[in-house]
């Protein structure tokens, strides 16, 4: 029990030995860690203040003493530096804080301005909405209803129209059937072929091939006969070495009412003669063609029909379209000759060599008037040019065989080509109608005129009794001079008179003319089916809308894509 008790007593004493100990160790660390700084601050300020005030040993010193060295000298400089680029940032950010609050202040009143401008656009809105509706309602009230017109349509049996006084007198309130051409039916046009009927097989192979081209490519043309508004008959040319001879004019007037769709009188009824020649059958002429049409190029005063029949251009490029590379530019207005002319009658011509020309017209209009003014037309024409006041060229013999011709009608002289180097050189051409007033148109007169404006020579027709092709829609004041055969003496001075500005005005006018109405198969079909068409007061068909081709330039560029090429000249 005692060593037990013993033992425990020296461990309790032992565990107080340490305590006692730590607590000792505690207290000098504590006592050293707090008081030796304040004895060691207190011991380096006395030292201090002993040394003056100059001398501080452990206290701060000044900014030249501590910049003595160089590594602080590039310290306090980098300080300014960046002192001072603290500064410019810091104004900058000043600035643009100010900036930022003007833009705010900007930003604020045009949203004010876009707010008011939505509400003044509702208003408008508003305004035009009422507006429209107002309008309206105003058409409505005071505007009728339109509709399309009632349909115009042929009785079944189609008995026709009453008959007129006589065949002479048909015009086209008389002779035409108006029912079958509404003016919403769009023209439908049937045309027949040319083997339906006998004398088809003695037609010009040229001018048939030329005639199925240009239907082909028409816009009117249709397939069913029952809603034809015209039915169109190609009666010719005849061709010359044809087989069998040509039908006599009664036998012509049955194989005519024999067509399929002639309905006894032949009314709608368009018959077409196409000419290539000078000299062309007159295949109609005393032929009774009922209440049917009749275009072609030669016409007697007592077979047209004015207002009815059409005198039509002459068919000179029936497949081959002109060259209009090769026609000849519009400038110079004036060209080597005044004017030109080269033709053969016999008739006239033997009566003036036989006598001397007049002295002067004076003289000749106190004798007996002369029975045919192409005597006094030589004359003149050969005084003007024997005075050389104008180069002029006219021929009165042709140097070859001249073309065969109507009788009074002057002949062309040579081949196409020789008259057009001519007419090309010419500002004026002479275009003599037939002496017989009986011819209205001949065939010969309209080639004369085809080629000269084919090569922008201006013509001149002597004797306003003509007819020219077309001559109720084609204003030919502006594109020809017609000269009455008694005004021939006044003729070179009224050539001499036109100003440049007028002649180049006709000779574009001219031109187009040609261009449009003339110069093709195509052009010419569709001008005598535009004729009747507006005769009859029906709307044209609209045109197709076509992409336009472009035109490379010669320089590789295509057309319109180079600036300065107008200004340069290469068009």
């Known amino acids: 029990m005692q060593r037990n008790g013993g033992v425990v007593g020296n461990g309790s004493q032992s565990w107080v030995l340490r305590r006692v100990r730590l607590t000792w160790l505690s207290f000098m660390l504590f006592f050293i860690l707090v008081f030796f700084p304040l004895i060691a601050h207190y011991y380096l300020t006395t030292i201090d203040e002993a040394g003056g005030p100059d001398k501080h040993i452990f206290g701060p010193r000044p900014g030249g003493e501590l910049c003595e060295a160089k590594h602080v000298q590039d310290l306090c400089r980098i300080r300014e530096s960046v002192s001072e680029e603290l500064l410019q940032l810091e104004a900058k950010r000043q600035e643009l804080n100010g900036e930022i609050a003007r833009l705010n202040l900007r930003i604020e009143a045009c949203k004010r301005s876009i707010d008011s401008a939505k509400q003044d656009l ?38 026709g129209l009453p ?96 067509l399929p769709y002639w309905r006894s009188d032949g009314h709608n009824h368009l018959l077409v003669h196409l000419s290539r020649k000078s000299l062309t059958q007159n295949f109609l002429y005393n032929v009774s063609t009922g209440r049917a049409a009749v275009a072609q190029s030669t016409f007697l005063e007592r077979q047209y029909r004015e207002g009815f029949d059409l005198v039509v251009s002459p068919l000179v490029h029936a497949l081959s379209e002109p060259n209009f590379l090769e026609v000849p530019p519009q400038v110079p207005v004036k060209r080597k000759y ?54 002029v060229l006219v021929e009165f013999t042709c140097k070859n065989r001249p073309k065969p011709s109507l009788p009074t009608e002057w002949a062309l002289c040579g081949e196409r080509e020789d008259r057009l180097e001519v007419l090309k050189a010419s500002t004026f051409a002479l275009v003599i109608s037939p002496g017989d007033g009986q011819f209205v148109a001949s065939a010969g007169c309209n080639m004369r005129l085809f080629e000269a404006l084919e090569v922008g020579a201006i013509p001149v027709v002597l004797g306003d009794h003509s007819k020219l092709p077309y001559h109720h829609l084609i204003r030919w004041s502006e594109a020809a001079i017609m000269v009455p055969k008694p005004r021939i003496t006044e003729l070179h001075f009224l050539l001499r008179s036109l100003s440049d500005s007028d002649l180049l005005a006709m000779r574009r006018q001219g031109r187009f003319l040609w261009e449009t109405y003339f110069s093709t198969s195509e052009s010419i079909f569709n001008t005598i089916l535009a004729s009747v068409r507006t005769s009859i007061q029906i709307p044209a068909a609209p045109i197709k809308e076509e992409p336009a081709q472009e035109i490379p330039h010669k320089a590789g560029k295509m057309a319109g894509t180079d600036a300065n090429m107008a200004d340069n000249g290469d068009l």
């Not at 039916?185 to 037609?203: H, K, R």
């Not at 190609?234 to 009664?250: Q, T």
């Not at 106190?366 to 006094?376: H, L």
Request: a negative charge; one cysteine or more.
């Open 338 to 391: 005044l004017f030109t002319f080269q033709g053969e009658k016999v008739e006239s011509l033997r009566s003036s060599l036989l006598e001397a020309p007049p002295q002067s017209f004076e003289e000749e209009m106190e004798g007996d008037p002369p029975a045919d003014y192409d005597d006094r037309i030589i004359g003149t024409l050969k005084a003007v040019q024997d005075s050389h006041l104008d180069q």
């Open 163 to 258: 008959p007129p006084r006589s065949v002479q007198s048909c015009r086209l309130h008389t002779c035409f059937d108006y029912a079958r051409c509404p003016l919403t039916s769009g023209f439908p046009v049937y045309v027949y072929d040319t083997g339906s009927y006998p004398w088809g097989e003695n037609i010009d192979p040229l001018v048939k091939q030329a005639f199925a081209s240009s239907v082909k490519s028409s816009v009117y043309v249709t397939d069913n006969p029952s809603i034809a508004c015209l039915y169109v008959v190609l009666v010719g040319e005849i061709h010359d070495s044809s087989p069998s001879p040509a039908p006599s004019p009664l036998d012509l007037e049955k194989q005519l009412k024999a």
């Open 122 to 159: 509702l208003q408008l809105k508003n305004v035009i909405s009422q507006t429209e509706h107002s309008y309206k309602e105003l058409m409505a009230q005071n505007q009728p209803k339109l509709s399309l017109p009632v349909r115009l349509l042929p009785d079944k049996d189609d008995p």
